[in-house]
């Protein structure tokens, strides 16, 4: 029988991939300054029918650092939280926060107002840099006096498609800034050089995490590299590849799967602002992309688009997908529509993306008890065991949470000691996950311990939809569930009883609900009960 230690999956990896890699650069943004001292001129964006070359990026980076350091007094160690979708300007406002040493806080452009007002408060942020219609959606009552530097789509695009920038239009908000205005005002110029070590902090990422409501995960730069270079390694990433940003860069998935790795390899980033099947299809045949990491949502929209069924996407031979459960079905009729196999892949926002991948090249089996697909066998330097309710270590074989280790784990939750110590001890992950191990390395997840409902890939923590319901008038109780769902993995489902002499159908609570929350968190689903039952 094999054990944990011993690494059975190593014998499955097909290439030469080491089980411990070595950081290639001590921090984030040395990935881009050796990438930019190779090809100055090589294209590091293709944003529609604009590309920027890694010099552009770079000019254009600086003069945001030097504006941002004399106007706002951002210095190291500063947080600037940064909510805006798959644009140019997303790149320049990561790097420009790096070359001052501050600490980038990406938010979820889908936030309102309390979400956004929770995440600048918990993180003390400084400033914010966002698009122009979370502004006037949410933004200025959640900035609290600070000051805010807006953007917007339109931006380095000179030809926008219609379906999707249909509503768009520049609107200049009283006491806002604009960015590449701000930017221009100090091009040329750089400011002084920082030095960044791997402990220092490039990003706080918040997250519900598997104990509760939302956390800042401390990614260290450090952790931003490993993680990209096992993006590199595993995938066998090149300068010839291209990828196709299809996951939202706030997420972790496109921190790390999509900027990172492109930093690092280096290699073009195709951005489509925000995803819209039909035109990330036209974008993938256009610059020829080979490398995407998206939820299998995502793909499900490709094949179930005729426009984006029509397109050329037989580049795009590196195809992964995580963040949510994958129906065996559905990678089969991926790879019968464009021919290409979706390679399973298993992370969470605390181990900086990756822990798990099904090797390039291999197919993951499918477990024949519970019908999972496998995802996959821990990644370089990860070591992942099966525990039981005592936290003991189970044979192989046996169902228990999975816990994980190695270089991606993130020390810890911003200013949360007690959490950092009950989901983190001795720096293992207890994941909330439930699944087994074969003894030739390929895991599975069979359950998740938590409540935690996954729509979509992302996160919804059940007792943040309870409390919104329960701000409306009408209502005495919520309960909560994720119900399963073809297209989005999981949907929210809620369960309400009304307070006595009040009204409300489950359209006005829905409503309700959908303008004080994030698009993926409000309930789908609503039975409006007498009583709740409470083992709901």
Request: glycine share 8%.
């Amino acid at each position: 029988m094999s054990s944990y230690d011993e690494r059975p999956w190593l014998a499955l990896y097909d290439r030469d991939i080491q089980a411990d890699l070595e950081l290639p650069y001590p921090n984030a943004l040395a990935m881009f300054d050796a990438a930019l001292e190779q090809r100055p001129h090589a294209p590091m964006v293709h944003y529609f029918d604009t590309t920027l070359s890694m010099a552009e990026v770079d000019r254009m980076s600086a003069a945001l650092a030097v504006a941002l350091a004399e106007q706002y007094g951002v210095e190291r160690g500063d947080r600037v939280l940064v909510q805006l979708q798959n644009i140019p300007a997303f790149l320049l406002a990561q790097l420009a926060i790096w070359r001052l040493g501050a600490v980038m806080v990406p938010a979820n452009p889908m936030y309102k107002q309390r979400e956004l007002a929770g995440l600048l408060d918990d993180s003390d942020a400084k400033l914010i840099i966002q698009m122009e219609s979370n502004y006037s959606a949410g933004g200025q009552a959640a900035a609290g006096g600070r000051p805010v530097i807006t953007t917007s789509e339109l931006d380095f695009v000179q030809d926008p498609p219609q379906r999707l920038f249909a509503d768009s239009a520049r609107t200049r908000y009283p006491g806002t800034t604009d960015l590449l205005e701000l930017l221009q005002g100090s091009d040329g110029e750089r400011p002084p050089p920082v030095t960044l070590v791997p402990d220092d902090v490039a990003y706080l990422v918040y997250t519900s995490g598997t104990t509760g409501p939302q956390k800042g995960a401390l990614y260290t730069h450090g952790y931003v590299v490993f993680n990209s270079e096992v993006y590199r390694k595993w995938i066998d990433l090149t300068p010839e590849d291209v990828c196709l940003a299809m996951a939202p860069l706030f997420h972790v998935t496109g921190l790390i799967a999509h900027v990172g790795v492109s930093l690092l390899v280096p290699m073009p980033l195709v951005l489509g602002y925000r995803f819209e099947p039909e035109v990330i299809a036209e974008l993938a045949e256009r610059y020829r992309a080979t490398w995407a990491m998206a939820s299998i949502t995502a793909f499900i929209s490709l094949m179930n688009t005729p426009a984006a069924t029509e397109r050329d996407l037989s580049a795009m031979t590196k195809i992964y997908s995580g963040g949510a459960p994958i129906a065996p079905t559905t990678i089969e009729q991926f790879e019968r529509t464009f021919g290409h196999y979706i390679h399973n892949l298993y992370g969470l926002t605390e181990t900086t993306s990756p822990s798990h991948g099904v090797p390039l090249g291999r197919r993951a089996p499918v477990d024949p008890t519970s019908g999972a697909l496998s995802v996959g066998v821990p990644v370089c330097g990860y070591t992942v065991r099966i525990v039981g309710e005592d936290r003991v270590e189970l044979p192989v074989g046996e169902v228990g949470e999975l816990v994980t280790q190695g270089p991606g784990v993130v020390p810890g939750y911003w200013k949360k000691p007690d959490e950092t110590a009950k989901a983190l001890p001795n720096g293992q992950l207890h994941t909330g996950d439930v699944g087994f191990m074969e003894p030739d390395g390929w895991f599975y997840i069979v359950d998740r311990k938590k409540d935690m409902i996954i729509a979509s890939g992302f996160k919804v923590w059940p007792r943040e939809v309870e409390d919104v319901l329960l701000q409306h008038p009408a209502v005495r109780e919520a309960g909560v569930v994720g119900a399963p769902d073809a297209y989005r993995g999981e949907t929210v489902k809620a369960f309400v009883s009304l307070k006595p002499g009040t009204s409300a159908s489950v359209e006005e609570l829905i409503a309700f609900c959908k303008e004080r929350m994030a698009a993926y968190k409000y309930p789908r689903i609503m039975e409006i009960l007498e009583e709740i039952p409470k083992t709901i």
